[in-house]
């Protein structure tokens, strides 16, 4: 079974230049979710879909931060324009709907964002 | 609010030697806990998990135990190797909305 694939894994850009991440979650898994994970501390949810919905996205700065998941399978998050303080991983999960309350969530490798 | 604490890392161990990690736990309910790891270059995996008080969850070793009147769910292993290096995340699961609390994470280092 094919895991959770993203990319790329590396990126580096200027403050106020735009960059996308995308997301090929597990096939067949409804749940789909973005992490922002900062050296040294835990992951943070950004945004949570189920399908092609969104569920939470209480913690995404809409300001500067975008994120679409179309027909529910694969997703892109999009941050514009990025800021100093967006150097992160990005890290991409899903889960199946069994998964989810079980709290298994299968992640990606992430996607290193360094924004000078 | 809800919440997971971890004892700092990095925490260097020889070989062979055992381990704790130490996780409590503050949430309103009764959550999930659960115990993620980070091998380097790879993404977070789930490493164990106990759904209930007095459960204890084990996996390759490692098993940690839900203790509600401590709120605690340390992480142990009889006797560590070098690939067991790796970061680990401790997190729970509130019923409410099945979403992941995360600690801060804690970094293995096991020495030949």
């Known amino acids: 079974e094919a895991g959770v694939a993203q990319s790329p894994r590396y990126k580096i850009i200027e403050k106020r230049q735009s960059v996308a991440f995308w997301c090929n979650p597990i096939?067949?898994?409804?749940?789909l979710y973005w992490y922002q994970q900062i050296l040294g501390q835990g992951p943070k949810l950004l945004i949570q879909?189920?399908?092609?919905?969104?569920?939470?996205d209480s913690q995404l700065p809409k300001d500067r931060f975008s994120a679409e998941r179309l027909k529910g399978v694969d997703s892109t998050l999009k941050i514009q324009p990025a800021k100093l303080e967006d150097s992160a991983v990005y890290l991409c999960?899903?889960?199946?709907?069994?998964?989810?309350?079980?709290?298994?969530?299968?992640f990606g490798e992430g996607s290193r964002l360094t924004v000078l | 609010g809800d919440s997971v604490t971890q004892m700092e890392g990095p925490v260097t161990l020889s070989e062979e030697a055992f381990l704790t990690i130490n996780c409590t736990y503050t949430?309103?309910?009764?959550?999930?806990l659960f115990w993620y790891v980070q091998y380097p270059g790879e993404g977070l995996q789930l490493l164990l998990k106990?759904?209930?008080a007095d459960d204890k969850g084990s996996n390759k070793g490692f098993e940690a135990t839900y203790r509600k009147e401590t709120t605690s769910f340390h992480l142990e292993k009889g006797s560590v190797q070098v690939s067991d290096s790796a970061v680990y995340f401790c997190?729970?699961?509130?019923?409410?909305?099945?979403?992941?609390?995360w600690g801060a994470g804690t970094k293995l280092i096991i020495k030949p």
């Open positions: 997190a729970l699961a509130l019923d409410s909305n099945y979403q992941l609390i």
């Open positions: 949430a309103t309910g009764y959550p999930s």
């Open positions: 999960a899903s889960s199946s709907f069994g998964g989810l309350h079980t709290g298994e969530l299968f």
């Open positions: 106990a759904t209930k």
């Open positions: 879909f189920q399908n092609n919905g969104v569920v939470d």
């Open positions: 096939s067949g898994h409804a749940t």
